[in-house]
C-alpha cells in the first residue's frame, strides 16, 4: 500500500518561497496521478494542485495560480510544490495524495492515498 511522506513545511514570511515534497520509500508513484491538498482547522481540505502519473498535464485552483507549480521527478520518486510569494492566508498542512482511478486528481473523493501532512505557517 502506497505510504506518502511530505515535507519541508516550516515558518517562513510572507513573500517568502517554499518548497514541498513528497515521497514514498518502498512504493513506485509513477502510475498514480498525484496532488496536493491543504487543511486549516475548522475548515474543510481543499485542492491546491494536481499533476498526472507523466507529469504532462497539470491543473490549479485559482487561488495559487502563478505563485505554486506542482512537479514530480518519477526517476526520483517525488512529487513536489514550489510555493513562490507566499500569504498569510496560505498558513495549512499541507498533504500530497495519490490517485489510481483518475487521470487527474482534483478533489478528495479522486484520492486513493493521503499522506501526513507538512505544517506551512506564513507570518505577515
Known amino acids: 500500500q502506497v505510504q506518502l511522506v511530505a515535507s519541508g513545511g516550516r515558518l517562513v514570511q510572507a513573500g517568502d518561497s517554499l518548497r514541498l515534497s513528497c515521497t514514498d520509500s518502498?512504493?513506485?508513484?509513477?502510475?498514480?496521478?498525484m496532488a496536493w491538498f491543504r487543511q486549516v482547522p475548522g475548515k474543510a481540505r481543499e485542492f491546491v494542485a494536481g499533476?498526472?502519473?507523466?507529469?504532462?498535464?497539470?491543473f490549479y485552483v485559482d487561488f495559487v495560480k502563478g505563485r505554486f507549480t506542482i512537479s514530480r521527478d518519477n526517476a526520483k520518486n517525488a512529487l513536489f510544490l514550489q510555493m513562490n510569494n507566499l500569504e498569510p492566508d496560505d498558513t495549512a498542512v499541507y498533504s500530497c495524495?495519490?490517485?489510481?482511478?483518475?487521470?487527474?486528481?482534483?478533489?478528495?473523493?479522486?484520492?486513493?492515498?493521503w499522506g501526513e501532512g507538512t505544517h506551512v505557517t506564513v507570518s505577515s
Open positions: 495524495a495519490a490517485s489510481g482511478r483518475v487521470l487527474l486528481a482534483l478533489t478528495p473523493n479522486d484520492i486513493d492515498y
Open positions: 518502498e512504493h513506485s508513484l509513477s502510475p498514480y496521478a
Open positions: 499533476i498526472d502519473a507523466v507529469g504532462a498535464r497539470t
